[in-house]
């Protein structure tokens, strides 16, 4: 009878010790079945929060003269990228017209304006039509004038407007200007690349590279020799570059390579003493005419805001009727380093406009 009882006790405790476990195992697939339910809606959350832009569209402003090629190959990068690409906007007020002309229901994604430029020669891109070249204080004086168009709702905080003018990047003030002239209810981000942007490369068809500047007077250049010299005491941190050949090399033969291009800088000063009490001044020497221009405070600040050695132009002079006119023209050398990854194979670094160690935001 004990052993019946034993049976008992036993046949019952595995009986409820089951519907325990059943129960268990129950709850904890409902339980499943509720995360299962949140992280679906949570996606669908996600999905619903996810925000539709335009395709992107970049402005080619400007246009090339004799042999050159710089906006003809971005014009057909960007075209094999299948962005919208718009031509013969040569101002900014152009382009901010062309933006507000053409908006739709979608906002603004990526927008890029192509202008080449250099940080000595500075932007060939207008402010208004026929306006001033785009500078800091030129762009500052339109804003303040409100001279610029204001932007319509479609460019917001989802809006990026790539500026390809090279060595931007490293001008903190002219981005700053930038930012306030793209003036919308919701500002948009704005970058640029403190590097050079070059298209239609022989190894890519955009590769960002590194710039190195040395100038000498139109006409007079001391020599390969010397200028590397010169350019090597300018940059003592870059041991990666051989400056004589780089200086002698006009294109990349092989991933990497630094090579040089060449660009001249003019200057012109007209000075009426028609109704001046001074007496107009008559130069021997170059000398006097660089003294001249240093002790003029006009001529003197034009020549500050280019940011080269006086020493570096090749000044002439003339003069007609009661007028001075003063021209300096000087010649720079830029060497090109491209930028290459550090790892792997040999190749170009992508010019991906998010990384911050590549375009400069603000």
Request: charged share 25%; with cysteine; net charge negative.
């Amino acid at each position: 009878m004990k052993n019946l009882i034993r049976k008992s006790i036993v046949v019952t405790s595995l009986f409820i010790a089951g519907n325990i476990f059943i129960a268990c195992n129950s709850s904890i697939k409902k339980e499943n079945k509720k995360v299962a339910v949140i992280i679906e809606e949570s996606n669908v959350d996600s999905l619903e929060k996810e925000v539709v832009t335009r395709n992107p569209i970049v402005f080619i402003a400007g246009y090339d003269s004799g042999n050159e090629t710089f906006y003809q190959n971005a014009r057909n990068y960007f075209s094999q990228q299948n962005f919208e690409v718009v031509e013969g906007q040569y101002s900014l007020e152009e382009i901010m017209n062309w933006l507000n002309n053409h908006k739709n229901d979608l906002s603004y994604g990526e927008i890029h304006i192509v202008n080449k430029s250099n940080p000595y020669k500075g932007l060939s891109l207008e402010t208004i039509v026929k306006g001033d070249k785009v500078s800091t204080e030129s762009l500052r004086r339109c804003i303040t004038k409100g001279e610029l168009p204001i932007l319509s709702e479609t460019i917001n905080g989802n809006t990026t407007i790539v500026l390809h003018a090279n060595g931007l990047g490293e001008n903190t003030e002219l981005m700053a200007t930038f930012k306030d002239a793209f003036y919308a209810d919701e500002l948009p981000n704005v970058v640029a690349s403190p590097y050079y942007s070059i298209f239609n490369g022989e190894f890519s068809n955009h590769y960002l590279a590194k710039a190195f500047y040395v100038f000498y007077p139109t006409a007079n250049s001391p020599g390969k020799v010397d200028l590397s010299k010169e350019i090597a005491r300018k940059y003592p941190n870059e041991k990666d570059i051989n400056w004589y050949e780089a200086l002698n090399n006009e294109e990349e033969r092989y991933i990497g390579e630094a090579y040089t291009t060449k660009f001249t800088i003019p200057v012109k000063f007209q000075l009426d003493y028609h109704n001046s009490d001074d007496e107009i001044p008559n130069f021997e020497l170059v000398e006097e005419v660089m003294d001249f221009i240093e002790q003029n405070e006009s001529l003197n600040t034009e020549m500050k805001q280019i940011n080269i050695p006086l020493e570096k132009f090749r000044w002439t002079w003339s003069i007609k009727n009661s007028t001075l006119t003063i021209k300096g023209s000087t010649t720079g050398l830029t060497v090109l380093k491209p930028l290459i990854k550090p790892y792997g194979e040999l190749e170009h670094i992508e010019p991906d406009t998010k990384n911050k160690r590549l375009y400069a935001m603000k």
